[in-house]
């Protein structure tokens, strides 16, 4: 089978610069089409370790036409959860508006034990943006105010008259529901590692998921560990998730559908990571949207119809 995404000739379509607050990495950028042109919020680490929002514009979804000189969105210098600053930005249009959903990165105090793969014990929350125009945005809330969640998402539509989340409390992917973004269901799990696999370390949500005709297809990262050469590997997955209840599972495809396979993926600040975080619909296309190595950002694209089929099959 052919590889169902394609890189674009123009990767890494956005890399650092020297502007101060993005000159070290670029990379992990949600997206969304706004008024035909796509808009990519993407994290960016400058001279000083923190993590902001930078803001690009694409009209042909891979060439980068506009940047913001200064970041759209830095976390406020007191906010106790985000002394490391902000990451991976997912961004769901609903109502007329756009959510971003994006990590909040602190440390815990020094007596916290840290997590088996942690270098320190990180505090992690997912909070939600709000932005009409990409002029600015507002933080509205945060989904699990009290739990440490990474690869939150929102759904484009709300399921059951409820907004629809889905989020990482490690090591699975739960699903959750409110009816005002601050009061949260008990998360149920969706997914999880299958150990041994590619996904045998920590899955994790990537772009919010998109409506199909057989139910909603989420795009996911796994992560797996290479033991002889002390390495972790990021790939995509793909599963599909009932339209009415996403935590039945309707296909889980059993091999990654995106790995790292080029220079920019395979070195880079950490390398062997291609992380996901934006898919948006373009003619027949799927394009997603993706951090290369911790690094710079990569497009690459998929055939609907070859995708559908995928998905077909799999349904049987
Ligand atoms: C995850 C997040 C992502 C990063 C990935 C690979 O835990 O920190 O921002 O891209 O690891 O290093």
């Known amino acids: 089978m052919p590889p169902l995404f394609t890189r674009s000739p123009l990767n890494p379509i956005l890399t650092t610069t020297d502007r101060w607050w993005e000159s070290r990495s670029v990379f992990n950028p949600g997206v969304a089409v706004v008024d035909g042109r796509v808009a990519l919020v993407y994290r960016a680490v400058g001279g000083d370790g923190l993590s902001r929002f930078g803001l690009a514009w694409s009209r042909d979804g891979e060439h980068i036409d506009e940047r913001s000189e200064l970041p759209f969105y830095e976390a406020a210098l007191d906010d106790p959860y985000a002394r490391l600053g902000v990451e991976d930005p997912r961004i769901t249009p609903l109502d007329g508006q756009f959510y971003l959903t994006y990590c909040k990165a602190s440390v815990d105090t020094a007596d916290t034990p840290p997590l088996y793969w ?46 629809a989340a889905l989020v990482r409390e490690f090591p699975n992917i739960q699903y959750l529901t409110s009816p005002d973004l601050h009061q949260w269901s008990e998360p149920v799990t969706v997914l999880e590692p299958i150990s041994g696999t590619w996904e045998g370390e920590r899955i994790g949500a990537g772009p919010p998921p998109l409506r199909t005709p057989w139910g909603w297809l989420l795009l996911y990262h796994g992560n797996e560990y290479l033991r002889p050469r002390n390495e972790r590997m990021y790939s995509m997955g793909m599963a599909l998730l009932d339209v009415d209840d996403p935590t039945r599972v309707l296909y889980r495809h059993p091999d990654p559908i995106f790995r790292p396979e ?49 998905l077909r099959q799999g349904l049987g």
């Open 118 to 163: 942690e270098t320190a014990p990180f505090r992690v929350r997912t909070g939600i943006g709000l932005t009409r125009d990409f002029q600015s945005m507002v933080e509205v809330s945060s989904l699990l105010p009290q739990a440490n969640t990474k690869d939150g998402l929102l759904f484009p539509e709300r399921i059951a008259g409820k907004y």
């Open 262 to 310: 080029a220079p920019y993926e395979i070195a880079g600040p950490v390398g062997n990571v291609v992380f996901g975080t934006g898919l948006v619909e373009l003619d027949d296309r799927l394009v997603l949207y993706y951090g290369a190595g911790d690094g710079v950002i990569g497009v690459a694209t998929a055939d609907r119809t070859a995708l559908y089929a995928l």
